[in-house]
């Protein structure tokens, strides 16, 4: 796999400021198209190419689920936390959800 160049990184010191980071740095990037997890760091890539990274944190860890969801990753939120033989899982993004399903019948 060709490894892609982060335009933006930041170091990884709690959900919030990922969350934050994303935010400010949306603006920057085109559709997003896919996320990869690695063991120690979280990139999100658009159509172009181009990405922004999280370093210090990776699929081992409990506080990526809120991140990856932040990007409207689609991924099974019972089998990140699965060790792999990869170099990173790869999930695209854009997640939609369905017509009134935040609704109680």
Known sequence: MSQIRAIATMEFQGVNEALEFLKR??????MLRMARVYRDRF??????GDAFE???IGYPDPDIVPILNN?????KQ???????D???KQF?????Y???QDRVM
Request: glycine share 6%; hydrophobic share 30%.
């Open 43 to 48: 990139q999100i890539i658009d159509i172009n």
């Open 25 to 30: 740095t949306r603006s920057e990037l085109r």
């Open 54 to 56: 999280i370093t210090g």
């Open 86 to 88: 990869d170099e990173f």
């Open 98 to 100: 369905c017509w009134a």
């Open 71 to 75: 990007v409207n990753t689609a991924y």
């Open 78 to 84: 019972d089998l990140i936390h699965e060790p792999t």
């Open 92 to 96: 695209k993004t854009g997640r939609r």
